[in-house]
């Protein structure tokens, strides 16, 4: 069947000031329907409530190329009792202890230093520095993550980051060497003001790292379901490079990480600093974007026909599976499953249930379809003929987890980037 060549959507209603640069945002990036809060985890009582549903309409600025959602909920609503306890993930444990070693031989951190870590959340990576005898600091809004972190004697401020922040912060001379904020960026609603507040906690010399989702990555491992209303926006190099400059800081050197689904863990400084010198890196990788053509505008076109794709053969398994009789569950219950269940319409009748490690989780359902999270135990209990890997992302280490599904002819099934059976 040929394929129709559609102009580009432009939105109907009236257009929204971009989130960096101010200019009218109206092209669309992808449209992917209504989902509920992803990191909100419905008890058994809240089950004959009714769910708040946000568009996940993601735009793309034609001027600076930042891809963005409209922020729908306040930040306060979305993070004040925020589900996601970073400790749970071994693999997620050992990136941040390499981080903080890697950090101390370069930047020659040492019980003089200072690091202060924006979204600290349970302390899960300032443990290691302290371990090491560099005095920190966290800062997490999250009053029941950051308890964990103080419970664990890590100093943690009770805040949303932003200038106000960082300036009070500053007025006590708790500047700092190095200030570090780790898939925080893409979460934040007033970019301006808390790339501004980053600024202004680095001490002359100072060093800023940040972690996030690289948006090339995104698109070209078809990472659609990374999308959801906790990230308001995505980040080109290209794009980081222009907020960085803006802000009087320059980007030093970048390095590509594996961590959920290819991120970019950037280093900056301010602009006047003379000791970090500008790493070829920074050119190759620009190069590289402007080479898959996220120079222009054009180049984010074709991303939503390809999530379309992905949607279509993992309903089609699915609908095979249930005809056939045979068991589905889940496992994990990361936030970005309501996307990628939203989206792809899968409920309680394709995937049975989820498993989660996290004793948050358990015993509550996912947003949105109520599919129950329960013990990994389960799973060993019920002997599912499938387990979909949810967090995609971490799938060597779930497999080898779960080798003990295959003593009943077991399979997994992981749906991104492309629908594949193990
Ligand atoms: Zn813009």
Sequence with gaps: ?????????????????????????????????MSPLCETYPSPADLNRAEVYYPLHVQVCEKCFLVQLDEYESPENIFGEYAYFSSYSHSWLKHAEQYCDKMIRRFNLGDQSFAVEVASNDGYLLQYFLQRGVPVLGIEPAANVAEVAVEKGIPTLVRFFGTQAAKDLAAEGRCADLVLGNNVLAQVPDLNDFVEGLKIMLKPEGVLTLEFPHLLRLIDRNEFDTIYHEHFSYFSMLTTVRIMEAHGMKVFDVEELSTHGGSLRVYACRTESQTHDTQPNVRRLIAEEEGAGLGAVEGYESFARKVKQTKFALVDFLLTAAQEGKSVAGYGAPGKSATLLHYCGIGKDLIEYTVDRSPYKQGRFLPGTHIPIYHPDRIRETEPNYVVILPWNLKDEIMEQLQFIRKWGGRFVVPIPELAIY
Excluded at 7 to 21: D, E, G, I
């Design 1 to 33: 069947m040929a394929t129709m060549t559609l102009p580009p959507q432009v939105r109907q209603t009236a257009s929204k000031p971009c989130r960096f640069c101010g200019h009218g945002v109206k092209r669309t990036f992808i449209d992917l329907g």
